[in-house]
């Protein structure tokens, strides 16, 4: 990704746009930010607020007829907010204001001719950016009815008029507004700005400027054409602050229509969703304004409008703290380190790739793609930490070994219509029902069906290892042709979105469409209680699949529940992306946080949500735990098996399939599995946790009673082993019992290689 | 490349069961990519098997680890 590439994704995200009211405001006031203050009760920070962006805060806070007012979001929901209101409130009880620093003089002065609002905005901002101006009226007396001011109390008038001068302002009572005036001014100082509401630029005889910068065919000369009547005092007040920053440019020989496309009110981009606000009315104004708690109430109103869309929707989103336009910054930041801490490691590979934001991001802004690009620049680069992946990818391994992996015809058969492909997960978490179903396809699937035993590729795919990806999506692809190119039918709704993209010619068809329409099973289960139907995450943009799970729970008289996000917005279980692997802390929360979300026992399609929602502590079924019960019993949910329970679950599939259908040897089991090895329950437990494997432990113990690789301590029965079987050093700490097997109490690993000791 | 001292317990009670000998501290290598260190750990004197204890491993080693990942 390149800085132009860095700006179009960014851009994509309006997080950053301002509210609404901000845009529409003439002078950008963030009523935003004002209301958030003001309903924490810190009038003098809101007050601050005002001061920082109006011109005469004293004046215009009393003055300003809030034209946000109907662009406000809440307009929507009961009624804009009463800025108007909050601002004078605001203006009588603040305590504080803060002081005014002007800019170093520039040795540049400017004359302003009037003294309307325009007029005295317009010298406010020069003053404060260091220019000496003057102010040309008739008379100073006509300040209150030029400027709207009769309502405003005269030592307010008074005070900010003073703050004007202390800004080195002067006031120069000496003649009617007229073109004489105007290029008398205009031979004496360096710019001239002609107030409309003491003399227009139709009066003036001058053609009508460019109204974005005022600039007339007089060089130097700076105008408006005259108000409409009813102009609100914040847009007069704009007008001269646009002549100022002409006059400021012109003098700096800056461009003077540079990026200015946003001065005037203006559309934001922000969305922000209401669909969940109750309308609320404004508070009411008592005749004498708000007072402390009736100001607190309304600004309260304020929906602080953002978008977050996605964020509010995704714990990794959230967790990061930032939203998806922070985080592709951050992301190209990492990319671009040389030396130093890649801070965004953890980031990158903390996304589930659900797609769930990008779906409800107004922009479809592309996260995703942004994550899994930079997985693959980092392993392109060698920068890819290994402990991210390296466990699923060793899975993924296993699962293709010959000890799991499975590619034959339907015993007695010489060719096939169809092929069952359950992944790898499904015959990990649920070989009986694997069993089962595929005894079911043989019998009821017209013209015969295989089995193939192997992994989609996924793990690969998602970290990024796209060398590792393709090798095994052409190792799948060599399996189904050797097979005779039979229909592929997917259990597993990542196989089959894999599929989809990357094996193209082949037929696919869902487990739940060929049930539906070759025969069910003969004698499905259905509990009593009421169920809540998950949709995995990468069936988000399988219509068609959802919809034939949902005809085949009809077809078992089953109506689940869904929960909120569901569909083509359902949430991931934690699985995807391999957050468990990047960030195990939170794909635990991910998968709570989903659970939570289902009413009752949860039902679901794919074996990886299912025993993630499981481990989170949730009663979950899968769709073939009801189909292809153990018995005629209602199913009950079952635990997840554990990391090394899942290996033994698909080696032993294998194992009975080729016993019992085909009739051939399996593989030989490993030496390390002739040992007779307990662990106890707190061994069992840390070994989960640290993602250590049965077989990691034995061959370990296998390996150091080999090698001698022991150590023992004094007064102790316990002892240690140690094997470095490649690139992970495990420490087992054992006991032998009388019969010569191992109990295990404890076991830990570390990457960090030992490569010498000194004598 | 000097020697680090990241262990305070004693460890003159653990023993290697091939050799019978007593661990006792040496200075050793550790290699993590590309990034090399120099601890003192308990290890055998005669075979120079290593000891690297439960809270070094998932403490400062992993610590460092994840560092050099990062890196
Ligand atoms: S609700 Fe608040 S943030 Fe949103 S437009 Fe209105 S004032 Fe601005
Ligand atoms: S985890 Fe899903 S919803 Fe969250 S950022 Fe990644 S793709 Fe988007
Ligand atoms: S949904 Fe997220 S990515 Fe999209 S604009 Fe909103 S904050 Fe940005
Ligand atoms: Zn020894």
């Given at each position: 990704?390149?800085?132009?590439?860095?700006?179009?994704?960014?851009?994509?995200?309006?997080?950053?746009?301002?509210?609404?009211?901000?845009?529409?405001?003439?002078?950008?006031?963030?009523?935003?930010?004002?209301?958030?203050?003001?309903?924490?009760?810190?009038?003098?920070?809101?007050?601050?607020?005002?001061?920082?962006?109006?011109?005469?805060?004293?004046?215009?806070?009393?003055?300003?007829?809030?034209?946000?007012?109907?662009?406000?979001?809440?307009?929507?929901?009961?009624?804009?907010?009463?800025?108007?209101?909050?601002?004078?409130?605001?203006?009588?009880?603040?305590?504080?204001?803060?002081?005014?620093?002007?800019?170093?003089?520039?040795?540049?002065?400017?004359?302003?001719?009037?003294?309307?609002?325009?007029?005295?905005?317009?010298?406010?901002?020069?003053?404060?950016?260091?220019?000496?101006?003057?102010?040309?009226?008739?008379?100073?007396?006509?300040?209150?009815?030029?400027?709207?001011?009769?309502?405003?109390?005269?030592?307010?008038?008074?005070?900010?008029?003073?703050?004007?001068?202390?800004?080195?302002?002067?006031?120069?009572?000496?003649?009617?507004?007229?073109?004489?005036?105007?290029?008398?001014?205009?031979?004496?100082?360096?710019?001239?700005?002609?107030?409309?509401?003491?003399?227009?630029?139709?009066?003036?005889?001058?053609?009508?400027?460019?109204?974005?910068?005022?600039?007339?065919?007089?060089?130097?000369?700076?105008?408006?054409?005259?108000?409409?009547?009813?102009?609100?005092?914040?847009?007069?007040?704009?007008?001269?602050?646009?002549?100022?920053?002409?006059?400021?440019?012109?003098?700096?020989?800056?461009?003077?229509?540079?990026?200015?496309?946003?001065?005037?009110?203006?559309?934001?981009?922000?969305?922000?969703?209401?669909?969940?606000?109750?309308?609320?009315?404004?508070?009411?104004?008592?005749?004498?304004?708000?007072?402390?708690?009736?100001?607190?109430?309304?600004?309260?109103?304020?929906?602080?409008?953002?978008?977050?869309?996605?964020?509010?929707?995704?714990?990794?989103?959230?967790?990061?703290?930032?939203?998806?336009?922070?985080?592709?910054?951050?992301?190209?930041?990492?990319?671009?380190?040389?030396?130093?801490?890649?801070?965004?490691?953890?980031?990158?590979?903390?996304?589930?790739?659900?797609?769930?934001?990008?779906?409800?991001?107004?922009?479809?802004?592309?996260?995703?793609?942004?994550?899994?690009?930079?997985?693959?620049?980092?392993?392109?680069?060698?920068?890819?930490?290994?402990?991210?992946?390296?466990?699923?990818?060793?899975?993924?391994?296993?699962?293709?070994?010959?000890?799991?992996?499975?590619?034959?015809?339907?015993?007695?058969?010489?060719?096939?219509?169809?092929?069952?492909?359950?992944?790898?997960?499904?015959?990990?978490?649920?070989?009986?029902?694997?069993?089962?179903?595929?005894?079911?396809?043989?019998?009821?699937?017209?013209?015969?069906?295989?089995?193939?035993?192997?992994?989609?590729?996924?793990?690969?795919?998602?970290?990024?290892?796209?060398?590792?990806?393709?090798?095994?999506?052409?190792?799948?692809?060599?399996?189904?042709?050797?097979?005779?190119?039979?229909?592929?039918?997917?259990?597993?709704?990542?196989?089959?979105?894999?599929?989809?993209?990357?094996?193209?010619?082949?037929?696919?068809?869902?487990?739940?469409?060929?049930?539906?329409?070759?025969?069910?099973?003969?004698?499905?289960?259905?509990?009593?209680?009421?169920?809540?139907?998950?949709?995995?995450?990468?069936?988000?943009?399988?219509?068609?699949?959802?919809?034939?799970?949902?005809?085949?729970?009809?077809?078992?008289?089953?109506?689940?529940?869904?929960?909120?996000?569901?569909?083509?917005?359902?949430?991931?279980?934690?699985?995807?992306?391999?957050?468990?692997?990047?960030?195990?802390?939170?794909?635990?929360?991910?998968?709570?946080?989903?659970?939570?979300?289902?009413?009752?026992?949860?039902?679901?399609?794919?074996?990886?949500?299912?025993?993630?929602?499981?481990?989170?502590?949730?009663?979950?079924?899968?769709l073939l735990d009801l189909l292809f019960p153990a018995d005629d019993t209602p199913p009950t949910p079952r635990p997840a098996p554990g990391i090394s329970k899942r290996r033994e679950n698909r080696v032993r599939l294998r194992e009975r399939l080729m016993d019992t259908l085909w009739r051939e040897a399996n593989a030989p089991r490993p030496e390390h599995e002739s040992l007779a090895i307990a662990y106890t329950p707190a061994a069992k437990e840390i070994m989960e946790k640290r993602r250590i494997?049965?077989?990691?432990?034995?061959?370990?113990?296998?390996?150091?009673?080999?090698?001698?690789?022991?150590?023992?301590?004094?007064?102790?029965?316990?002892?240690?082993?140690?094997?470095?079987?490649?690139?992970?050093?495990?420490?087992?700490?054992?006991?032998?019992?009388?019969?010569?097997?191992?109990?295990?109490?404890?076991?830990?690993?570390?990457?960090?290689?030992?490569?010498?000791?000194?004598? | 490349?000097?020697?680090?001292?990241?262990?305070?317990?004693?460890?003159?009670?653990?023993?290697?069961?091939?050799?019978?000998?007593?661990?006792?501290?040496?200075?050793?290598?550790?290699?993590?990519?590309?990034?090399?260190?120099?601890?003192?750990?308990?290890?055998?004197?005669?075979?120079?098997?290593?000891?690297?204890?439960?809270?070094?491993?998932?403490?400062?080693?992993?610590?460092?680890?994840?560092?050099?990942?990062?890196?």
């Amino acid at each position: 990704m390149d800085q132009a590439e860095l700006h179009r994704i960014e851009a994509r995200c309006i997080q950053e746009e301002p509210p609404r009211c901000r845009a529409a405001c003439p002078l950008h006031v963030d009523a935003r930010e004002f209301c958030t203050l003001l309903a924490a009760g810190r009038i003098d920070a809101a007050w601050a607020v005002l001061c920082r962006t109006l011109p005469l805060p004293g004046i215009l806070a009393r003055i300003c007829d809030a034209p946000c007012r109907a662009a406000c979001l809440r307009s929507q929901c009961g009624g804009g907010i009463d800025m108007a209101a909050l601002e004078r409130f605001c203006a009588t009880s603040a305590r504080k204001t803060p002081p005014l620093h002007p800019l170093p003089s520039r040795g540049k002065n400017a004359a302003i001719i009037g003294c309307g609002l325009p007029a005295l905005a317009a010298a406010w901002d020069l003053a404060r950016k260091g220019f000496a101006v003057r102010i040309h009226c008739r008379a100073m007396a006509d300040i209150p009815a030029s400027a709207y001011l009769e309502d405003c109390p005269t030592d307010i008038v008074e005070r900010e008029l003073e703050r004007l001068r202390t800004l080195g302002v002067t006031f120069v009572e000496d003649a009617e507004p007229a073109p004489k005036l105007v290029e008398a001014l205009l031979a004496a100082t360096d710019a001239v700005f002609v107030d409309p509401r003491a003399c227009p630029a139709e009066a003036l005889g001058i053609p009508a400027p460019d109204p974005t910068t005022l600039e007339t065919t007089r060089p130097g000369l700076f105008a408006a054409p005259s108000p409409a009547p009813g102009t609100s005092p914040a847009a007069l007040a704009a007008l001269g602050r646009k002549a100022a920053l002409s006059i400021e440019r012109l003098m700096q020989g800056a461009s003077l229509t540079a990026g200015r496309e946003r001065e005037a009110p203006f559309a934001s981009r922000l969305y922000t969703n209401i669909s969940d606000v109750a309308p609320l009315a404004p508070v009411p104004v008592p005749p004498t304004g708000y007072d402390d708690t009736s100001a607190r109430e309304e600004a309260r109103r304020c929906l602080r409008c953002e978008c977050m869309e996605c964020v509010r929707h995704c714990a990794y989103l959230e967790h990061f703290k930032g939203y998806p336009k922070t985080y592709a910054r951050q992301i190209y930041n990492n990319a671009s380190i040389v030396m130093g801490t890649r801070q965004a490691n953890t980031l990158i590979n903390s996304c589930m790739l659900c797609g769930l934001c990008e779906e409800l991001c107004p922009e479809h802004f592309p996260m995703v793609a942004l994550c899994l690009d930079a997985r693959r620049d980092m392993v392109q680069r060698g920068k890819m930490p290994p402990s991210a992946h390296e466990f699923a990818l060793r899975d993924m391994t296993f699962a293709n070994g010959e000890s799991c992996a499975v590619a034959k015809l339907q015993p007695g058969t010489t060719t096939n219509r169809w092929v069952f492909f359950p992944g790898c997960q499904l015959p990990a978490s649920a070989p009986d029902a694997v069993e089962r179903t595929y005894a079911h396809l043989r019998e009821t699937l017209p013209g015969g069906t295989a089995l193939l035993l192997r992994c989609c590729g996924a793990p690969a795919h998602w970290s990024g290892r796209q060398d590792l990806f393709a090798a095994s999506v052409d190792a799948l692809r060599a399996d189904w042709e050797a097979l005779g190119t039979p229909t592929l039918v997917t259990a597993c709704p990542t196989c089959a979105q894999m599929l989809r993209e990357h094996l193209p010619e082949a037929n696919t068809a869902s487990l739940w469409a060929v049930l539906g329409q070759y025969g069910m099973p003969p004698s499905p289960a259905v509990p009593a209680g009421p169920l809540c139907l998950h949709d995995p995450c990468t069936t988000r943009h399988d219509d068609a699949l959802r919809a034939q799970v949902r005809t085949l729970c009809a077809a078992l008289g089953i109506t689940p529940t869904e929960p909120s996000l569901s569909g083509r917005l359902t949430e991931c279980c934690g699985f995807g992306g391999l957050l468990a692997d990047a960030n195990a802390p939170l794909a635990a929360t991910v998968a709570a946080r989903r659970a939570e979300k289902l009413d009752g026992t949860g039902l679901t399609y794919c074996a990886m949500c299912r025993d993630l929602l499981a481990q989170a502590g949730k009663p979950c079924l899968h769709l073939l735990d009801l189909l292809f019960p153990a018995d005629d019993t209602p199913p009950t949910p079952r635990p997840a098996p554990g990391i090394s329970k899942r290996r033994e679950n698909r080696v032993r599939l294998r194992e009975r399939l080729m016993d019992t259908l085909w009739r051939e040897a399996n593989a030989p089991r490993p030496e390390h599995e002739s040992l007779a090895i307990a662990y106890t329950p707190a061994a069992k437990e840390i070994m989960e946790k640290r993602r250590i494997l049965e077989s990691d432990v034995a061959r370990t113990l296998f390996a150091a009673k080999r090698d001698g690789h022991i150590l023992a301590r004094a007064g102790s029965p316990r002892r240690l082993a140690t094997h470095r079987p490649s690139t992970v050093t495990y420490w087992v700490e054992f006991e032998c019992d009388a019969a010569g097997g191992y109990v295990v109490h404890n076991a830990w690993s570390h990457r960090m290689r030992v490569s010498g000791v000194e004598s | 490349m000097s020697t680090l001292k990241v262990l305070s317990e004693d460890f003159s009670n653990w023993t290697c069961e091939a050799c019978g000998e007593t661990l006792v501290p040496r200075p050793v290598t550790l290699d993590y990519l590309e990034s090399r260190f120099r601890v003192e750990l308990p290890a055998c004197p005669r075979c120079g098997l290593v000891l690297v204890p439960e809270s070094l491993a998932l403490g400062k080693m992993a610590e460092v680890e994840r560092l050099l990942e990062d890196k």
